[in-house]
Structure formats: C-alpha cells, structure tokens
C-alpha cells in the first residue's frame, strides 16, 4: 500500500515540526493522515508510514497498537467511541453505552450489518464533567449525551450516510 503524494505532503508537514533527525517524531500525525485516506491501518499501510520516516515497521506498530484512536481493522463509516472509565460510567456513560448498543443492534468491536456503524470502548477522553461522551471518528466530541440527543446523533450520521 502506498500513500497519495497529498498524504505524504500532509506528513512533510507534520515532519517538519521536528529537527531533521528525529523526523520518526512525526509518527502519530503520520498515521492519523494514513488512517484518514485509508480508513484504517493495514500493516502495509504502517509498513509505508514506517518507510518514509524511516523507522522499523514494528516501532509504528507498537504505536498504532498503544492508541486506540488507530484502526487496526476495517471501521464503518462512523466509529462512535464511548468512554466507560468510572468518572464517565458514574455520570451515565455506561447507561449511554447499552443505549447505543440497543438502538444500534451491536456491542463494543461491532459493526452494523450497513457497514455505517462501528462501537468502541474508549479510555479517558478529558472531558468527565460533560459526561458520557463520545467521539465520532476520532474528530467530533459529542458530550452530555441524554437518550434523546444519542438517537439524534445517530439520525444525523445515518442521514449523512
């Protein structure tokens, strides 16, 4: 898998906000750019990204597997990530979650049968005050998620299908 001449113009950029010889630096923005034009991190996809920093394919391995914000597998188009840790869970996240799960027909690591929705457990997301919360596609935080501002989410992203 190669990247786009954009996508590796995309990672120049990132590359250039290190010193030349620690252009491996660039690695997380390098895969969050690979991540977008494919949609998920093949390992030929990570070996290309390991080879135009010129790193070890298995240095950004260990990255892509530490973050749970790289796709390691296919998505659906929308990856709705919930986070579940006890702040969140305490102020209604995990109720949130088995909406989420009713309403969509899946459980965490599924995706809908239409291919447009895909469930994760999320970790800490910064944001325990404005619980539950969840991340569309690593891009778009929604917080206080009641039941009825859930189904909307989820009517609005179907619509944008």
Not at 5 to 16: F, P, S
Not at 72 to 78: H, M, N, S, V, W
Not at 135 to 158: G, H, P, Q, T
């Amino acid at each position: 898998m190669s990247l786009s001449a954009h996508a590796l113009q995309r990672i120049d950029r990132e590359i250039a906000k290190y010193p030349p010889e620690q252009k491996q630096s660039a690695v997380m923005g390098a895969l969050i750019i690979a991540q977008d034009e494919c949609g998920w991190l093949s390992p030929e996809t990570m070996a290309a990204v390991a080879g135009y920093l010129g790193m070890a394919p298995v240095a950004v391995y260990e990255v892509a597997t530490f973050y749970n914000m790289y796709n390691l597998e296919p998505t659906g188009r929308f990856k709705l990530t919930i986070c579940t840790c006890l702040p969140c869970g305490l102020q209604g996240s995990l109720a949130a979650a088995d909406h989420i799960k009713a309403r969509l027909g899946i459980g965490f690591n599924e995706t809908t049968p239409d291919g447009c929705f895909t469930l994760k457990e999320g970790e800490c997301m910064g944001a325990c005050a404005t619980a539950p919360v969840v991340l569309v596609n690593n891009k778009r935080m929604c917080d206080r998620l009641s039941n009825e501002k859930i189904d909307a989410l989820i009517d609005e992203l179907r619509g944008a299908a």
